[in-house]
């Protein structure tokens, strides 16, 4: 049954307890679709190891007695084509992670129920539009602030280059910071990539601080997880060299898929508390609420 969620403000502290909450309610829900990506990608990396079979063969790179084999030109280029393909493959493989997540923090933020498939199935329609704003934001984070950084460096001004240097910094917060919301915008509303970071950049308006504190203790967050699951494995105290790299591997994708729905369930409600800040979302709600009742 639909439960209109009660919706107010939010300071740092509160959204972090909301997504834990949505968390603790339905963690398989958030577990499955964060880790059937990381298994879809395990596969396809697998195939492509046994497609690409003794081209792939990096494990004598060190050894002297094959540098010419490992400089063939066929074995390089073969080495650069899988390294291309597993990159593509994972930019829209996690593209379509974040969007299921943050399809399924939505409809469990508004007390409505979801299932893995549906959150997948529009986490794989929305992912065109999320890598399309992925790149278009990259090329902004990039370019922008090295600009900045040439305009200034062809005064030939130490003063000027080192006031560029702090603006360059300055912009690139400035991004990052309006940016943030992008991926919900584009899952939740279906906005085009362009539409997309306009968007986000209104609501973060009046709210870069607050996205700024968020992704610090996020940060801080993250690294606490990845301790735990570290200590957890004990790899540390393995002696024995490949278990202890298997159980770190295994304790690195672990926090991964554990992490991700703390991730884009935390852009997820902030994306509604500005809604709620500057749009009064709060309020239309409850109008749409009452409607219903009526």
């Known amino acids: 049954m639909e439960q209109t969620p009660v919706l107010r403000p939010l300071g740092i ?3 972090v307890d909301r997504v834990f909450g949505m968390y603790r309610a339905r963690p398989l829900l958030f577990i499955v679709v964060s880790g059937i990506p990381y298994l879809v990608l395990a596969i396809v990396v697998a195939l492509l ?6 081209a792939l063969d990096f ?13 063939d030109p066929e074995a390089v280029a073969s080495g650069l084509t899988f390294g291309l393909i597993v990159f593509l493959v994972a930019i829209v493989v996690f593209s379509v992670q974040s969007a299921a997540l943050v399809h399924a923090a939505s409809e469990r933020y508004h007390g409505r129920e979801t299932t893995i498939g549906e959150s997948l199935r529009i986490g794989l329609r929305a992912s065109p539009r999320l890598i399309i704003a992925g790149i278009l934001a990259f090329l902004g984070l990039i370019l922008g602030p090295t600009a900045l950084v040439i305009a200034a460096a062809l005064t030939q001004q130490a003063l ?14 400035l991004l990052i ?11 939740v509303e279906g906005a085009g990539p362009i539409r997309s970071l306009a968007r986000s950049w209104r609501l973060s ?9 968020l992704l610090v203790l996020l940060i801080i967050l993250q690294g606490v997880i990845g301790i735990v699951f570290a200590f957890v494995f004990l790899a540390s105290f393995i002696a024995d060299p490949l278990i202890r790299t298997v159980l770190q591997q295994a304790a690195n994708l672990l926090t991964s898929v554990v992490w991700a729905p703390v991730q884009w369930g935390t852009f997820t409600v902030l994306y509604y508390d500005t809604r709620v800040r500057r749009e009064a979302y709060d309020l239309s ?5 009452l409607t219903r009742g009526s």
């Open 177 to 187: 910071t309006s940016w943030m919301l992008v991926p919900v915008v584009a899952t």
């Open 285 to 289: 709600l409850a109008a749409e609420a």
């Open 205 to 213: 308006t009046g709210s870069r601080w607050r996205v700024l504190g």
């Open 13 to 15: 502290g509160d959204v």
């Open 49 to 54: 190891g046994v497609g690409f079979g003794e």
């Open 160 to 173: 000027v280059l080192a006031v560029a240097g702090f603006a360059a910094i300055f912009v690139f917060f």
């Open 59 to 71: 494990g004598t790179l060190t050894d002297p007695a094959t540098v010419e084999q490992n400089l």
